[in-house]
């Protein structure tokens, strides 16, 4: 019997795979003559560039799936918010859910705490839960992801079930606008975070991080990154004005065949 795909009951429409049909639509709607209108509209260097955008993304998208099928789930691709519910007000501030290159995590993992299996590994936007994977394989032991968009959350919870790699002791997926969530306290605390909001909601997700920092003093490491730099220096900055963040580094990743574009990253130490 054939494995059931874990997204294939959920409606949520992935841009990356569907890439080659929109393309076809065009075609169709346009003909030959509306492709090179676009091309001369574009001109030699912007056709140019559309194309190695496009190649990327079909890399990106074909190293995703196998490493799908390899650990039995759907987390591959990008999923706009914009025919999706959302739990609380704060759409506008969110960004796309985008599955993360395993070697860009394996990248920015060399900068997690000496000590990081006694820490609660929490990924903020967690999508489909591919970094939830990610911490799994590589060791932690309590794993937390947040998620405000309640169809993905269902997704990534097919996908906690599925997944065929090493399993932690706990983990689990919470539903909720990260700017209203009660982190854990009393343990150390690992924020995993590829670019899930805008500085806005950074201003008021800051005090929910310091809540749980400041109830026991346990350490926090909050590691930013992504693929938007604009949208991260503008949240990194909230970050740093709040004074209870030191700065252990901040750079930017190598471009990884698996990555459609190479990481921005900050790593902040709770002080």
């Known amino acids: 019997m054939a494995k059931e795909d874990p997204g294939a009951q959920l409606q949520a429409v992935d841009r990356w795979a569907t890439r080659r049909r929109r ?22 260097s912007g056709t140019a560039g559309f194309f ?14 196998r490493w799908d099928r390899k650990y039995g789930v759907d987390t591959s691709g990008q999923i706009d ?17 985008v599955s993360t290159s395993p070697r860009a995590y394996a990248f ?4 997690f705490p000496d000590d990081w299996k006694e820490f609660t590994f929490v990924d903020v936007g967690c999508g489909k839960g591919r970094v939830l ?31 065929s790699g090493p399993r932690p002791t ?3 997926i919470i539903n909720a606008d990260a700017t209203a969530v009660d982190l854990p306290s009393g343990v150390s605390l690992l924020i995993y975070s590829f670019n899930p909001f805008s500085a806005e909601i950074w ?14 003093k346990n350490p926090l490491c909050l590691v930013l990154s992504g693929t938007m730099p604009e949208a991260l220096h503008a949240a990194a900055a909230v970050i740093r004005d709040s ?10 990743t190598p471009f990884f065949v698996d990555a459609y574009a190479p990481y921005h990253y900050w790593v902040f130490d709770a002080i």
């Open 23 to 44: 393309l076809i639509e065009f075609m169709r709607q346009n003909g030959l003559g509306g492709l090179m209108a676009k091309v001369r509209e574009a001109g030699v």
């Open 52 to 65: 190695k955008r496009q190649l990327r993304y079909h890399v990106c998208s074909f190293l995703g799936t």
């Open 81 to 97: 918010l914009t025919d999706i519910d959302v739990v609380g007000p704060n759409r506008d501030g969110g960004y796309a859910s």
């Open 108 to 111: 920015l993992s060399a900068f």
């Open 133 to 163: 994977m990610l911490a799994a394989a590589q060791g932690f032991d309590a794993i937390i992801g947040i998620e405000f968009a309640p169809l993905i959350c269902q997704i990534a919870e097919q996908n906690l079930i599925r997944f």
């Open 170 to 172: 706990k983990w689990s």
């Open 203 to 216: 201003k008021r997700f800051v005090p929910v991080l310091l809540r749980a920092h400041e109830t026991t």
């Open 243 to 252: 004074a209870r963040f030191r700065e252990r580094a901040h750079g930017v």
